[in-house]
T-cell receptor, first 114, second 111 residues
């Protein structure tokens, strides 16, 4: 089954404790992206990647890092989480080059930073 | 999502039609999308329309695009309780890889 898998689904952590949210897709998609969803703000893009070893900042990259060492994986790293990073995070992927190819989303990771 | 605006909430009765509206600001947008988010799940693409089209129909879904007013709507015919979800409008602007999402409209379908 074609899917985007994020882990964990829920995470509660404390300020400053480094964490990683994993994302994996099995569709051989070149393009992958991370979004955060906050009430009243819709989805905002954090980082994206056009292909292996190619990453770029989205609209709200501060406080986040990503890496793309393999095509299928695109982890999101919070080196020193802060309470304003409490949010619902979505990983997404799509085929590169086709403007109408849909974004496939994972089921989300709800992060709480205390 | 501040450049793409949607009303926050819509309530309809089962069997009625639902119309969810969206306004966007960038006239260079090439594609406009409607995504559905059910509780506890990611976003699922419902339909999309290219900017040179006025209307697109797909089973119970009708998308209308008014480029002059930068207004997009999604009509769901014969709305069912399973249509209850949050609906996001999104635009892809020329030269940008990211989609710009609205803040979402929560559709509640009452039996």
């Amino acid at each position: 089954e074609a899917q985007v898998t994020q882990n964990p689904r829920y995470l509660i952590t404390v300020t400053g404790k480094k964490l990683t949210v994993t994302c994996s897709q099995n569709m051989n998609h070149e393009y992958m992206s991370w979004y955060r969803q906050d009430p009243g703000l819709g989805l905002r893009q954090i980082y994206y990647s056009m292909n292996v070893e190619v990453t770029d900042k989205g609209d709200v990259p501060e406080g986040y890092k990503v890496s793309r060492k393999e095509k299928r994986n695109f982890p999101l790293i919070l080196e020193s989480p802060s309470p304003n990073q409490t949010s619902l995070y979505f990983c997404a992927s799509r085929q590169q080059g086709a403007h109408n190819s849909p974004l496939h989303f994972g089921n989300g990771t709800r992060l709480t930073v205390t | 999502g501040e450049d793409v605006e949607q009303s926050l909430f819509l309530s309809v009765r089962e069997g009625d039609s639902s119309v969810i509206n969206c306004t966007y600001t960038d006239s260079s947008s090439t594609y406009l999308y409607w995504y559905k988010q059910e509780p506890g799940a990611g976003l699922q693409l419902l339909t999309y329309i290219f900017s040179n089209m006025d209307m697109k129909q797909d089973q119970r879904l009708t998308v209308l695009l008014n480029k002059k007013d930068k207004h997009l709507s999604l009509r769901i015919a014969d709305t069912q309780t399973g249509d209850s979800a949050i609906y996001f409008c999104a635009e892809r602007r020329t030269g940008r890889r990211a989609l710009t999402f609205g803040s979402g409209t929560r559709l509640q379908v009452q039996p």
